[in-house]
């Protein structure tokens, strides 16, 4: 769960807690990256708008390196659209809900995210 707002990151940790999941908060795209390292996500769950790299990147970056890794985008911000138009001239489209996002759609993403045979990240292949 990645948000630059701690708040909405650690709530939102909470209730996938809850709901049997594992998941962790983190509050930039470079600690995201940074975690993933270490977790093998199989799911990432952003905000678009953040300071530095921003989701749109994020997504871009997992899309890379951990294929098989599921994103959803989450904004609550005008300057999405634009990103958005730039990332879908690159070929990449991401699933994308507007805040504030009912846990229920985030629960219902994450439970349809599994990994492929063994997951491993295709940098580390």
Request: hydrophobic residues 45%; glycine residues 6%; charged residues 20%.
């Amino acid at each position: 769960m990645v948000d630059d707002k701690t708040i909405i990151a650690d709530t939102l940790v909470l209730i996938l807690h809850a709901r049997g999941c594992e998941a962790l908060a983190a509050y930039s795209a470079e600690e995201a990256i940074t975690a993933a390292k270490e977790l093998n996500p199989q799911a990432v769950v952003t905000d678009v708008v953040m300071p530095g790299m921003n989701g749109i990147e994020l997504a871009d970056y997992f899309a890379e390196h951990y294929p098989a890794c599921k994103v959803l985008l989450m904004s609550g911000n005008i300057a999405t659209g634009e990103l958005l138009e730039e990332s879908h001239r690159n070929g990449r489209i991401y699933p994308i809900f507007a805040k504030p996002i009912h846990p229920a759609e985030i629960l219902e993403f994450v439970k349809n995210c599994s990994l492929p045979h063994d997951g491993t990240p295709k940098d580390a292949r």
